[in-house]
């Protein structure tokens, strides 16, 4: 059974940085393109990063240059670094893995930018 756990959000203030990280049981991240997505109170779903089993990445325009999403396979985890938060990354950010005919999702953590 695959599960994926996020973890590393919390309370920042602006211009401060938070690493978050999304840990797979029961499949192996490295063969799989990952996404993290986040959703703010009232708002949809969005995609803010994307990384490719070859390691190609992709950057909503939000978080160009400040986030940066990584994979490490040896521990079978995906990270999101953010740097330069702003109050509008306030949001539950969810951890995102697509075998191309299924998606699997984790609980979420929330990211909270405020002074």
């Known amino acids: 059974q695959v599960h994926l756990v996020e973890s590393g959000g919390g309370l920042v203030q602006p211009g401060g940085s938070l690493r978050l990280s999304c840990a797979a049981s029961g499949i192996i991240l490295r063969i799989y393109n990952m996404g993290w997505y986040r959703q703010a109170s009232g708002k949809q779903r969005e995609l803010v990063a994307t990384?490719?089993?070859?390691?190609?990445?992709n950057y909503a325009d939000s978080v160009a240059g400040r986030f940066t999403i990584s994979r490490d396979n040896g521990k079978n985890t995906v990270h999101l670094q953010m740097n330069s938060l702003k109050p509008e990354d306030t949001a539950v950010y969810y951890c995102?893995?697509?075998?191309?005919?299924?998606?699997?999702w984790g609980q979420g953590t929330q990211v909270t930018v405020s002074s």
């Open positions: 990384i490719t089993s070859a390691g190609s990445t």
């Open positions: 995102n893995l697509s075998t191309g005919t299924r998606d699997f």
